[in-house]
């Protein structure tokens, strides 16, 4: 799949992720801001593994969750995946 395909899932309620990132178990989802939200328009962000992938990732990793920008290698990658 390529961007443009991952990003129309995105906006469906679904998550993407690539299978060439090295940290396995990462994802991407699409926030759309409710009443209650601080943030007023959608935004994209990657959400880490429940568990982590390796004993050397930081416990501060597990279920976090962070803002996400697009490189130009994202943008370019036809090796973009739904997550279940």
């Given at each position: 799949m390529n961007f443009g395909d991952a990003l129309q899932e995105?906006?469906?309620?679904?998550?993407?992720?690539?299978?060439?990132?090295n940290?396995?178990?990462?994802?991407?989802?699409l926030q759309t801001p409710d009443a209650n939200s601080k943030m007023t328009l959608p935004y994209i962000?990657?959400?880490?593994?429940?568990?982590?992938?390796?004993?050397?990732?930081?416990?501060n990793h597990i279920n976090a969750r962070v803002p996400w920008l697009a490189s130009q290698t994202d943008v370019l990658a036809e090796d973009w995946a739904l997550v279940a």
């Open positions: 995105l906006k469906s309620g679904n998550k993407v992720a690539r299978s060439g990132w940290g396995k178990g990462l994802c991407l989802e962000f990657m959400s880490y593994p429940a568990t982590p992938a390796s004993d050397t990732a930081p416990a």
